[in-house]
């Protein structure tokens, strides 16, 4: 299975400040197709997941355009570029490239 | 607005059987691939199955192939979840997610426990 390793495990951040959650993948996720499937969730406390990211770097509708994707292969960052308090809550990435589809262990972020 | 509602979780022994559903709303349900996905307790994240369109075909994560089945019905735009002997680290709570993780249910707790 593919392993998502994402750092760092918490986050602590003060409002307006940019923060960056990176995930690497123990194996390439560029698809046979050409495209490449890394996602990445946000789950608020107390809520389901929703998506924010799809396919490293597209833009969910109704997601925020201070939230952005990048990478490529293995290595995979989000960035929040202007924290905002409604942004705390857990991020997940996750893969779809390779079954059966992996998670990330999550990387908690803290609003100071 | 769509909707994707869970039921079917409570305690169970552990061995026993349960029968999760999800009902969709706000979309053409039948137009979509449907996911399972569990969170534990610790608040691991896990993909259980998903299952085509049409229902004509399904994908497991092998380490639960042979306990869980997904399957659908297209004329209730309902999702579900078969489990059968079920353990202990099975305790997670149960999503059922579409259009590639676009849309989630707001879960059910399943636990299993004597």
């Known amino acids: 299975d593919v392993v998502l390793t994402q750092t760092p495990p918490t986050l602590s951040a003060t409002i307006g400040q940019s923060v960056s959650i990176s995930c690497r993948s123990s194996?390439?996720?560029?698809?046979?197709?050409?495209?490449?499937?890394l996602n990445w969730l946000l789950q608020r406390p107390g809520q389901s997941p929703q998506l924010l990211i799809y396919?490293?770097?597209n833009l969910e509708s109704g997601v925020p355009n201070r939230f952005s994707g990048s990478g490529s292969e293995t290595d995979f960052t989000l960035k929040i570029s202007g924290v905002e308090a409604e942004d705390l809550g857990v991020y997940y990435c996750m893969q779809a490239t390779h079954a059966p589809l992996t998670f990330g262990s999550g990387t908690k972020l803290e609003i100071k | 607005e769509v909707q994707l509602v869970e039921s079917g979780g409570g305690l169970v022994q552990p061995g026993a059987s349960l029968k999760l559903s999800c009902v969709a709303s706000g979309f053409t349900f039948s137009d979509y691939w449907m996911s399972w996905v569990r969170q534990t307790p610790g608040k691991t994240m896990e993909w259980i199955g998903d299952?085509?369109?049409?229902?004509?075909?399904?994908n497991y994560a092998p380490s639960l192939k042979n306990r869980f089945t997904i399957s659908r019905d297209n004329a209730k735009s309902t999702l579900y979840l078969q489990m059968s002997n079920v353990r202990s680290e099975d305790t997670a709570t149960y999503y059922c997610t579409g259009n590639w993780f676009a849309y989630w249910g707001q879960g059910t707790l399943v636990t299993v426990s004597s």
């Open positions: 396919s490293v770097s």
């Open positions: 299952i085509k369109y049409d229902g004509s075909y399904t």
């Open positions: 194996q390439s996720l560029l698809d046979s197709d050409g495209d490449t499937y």
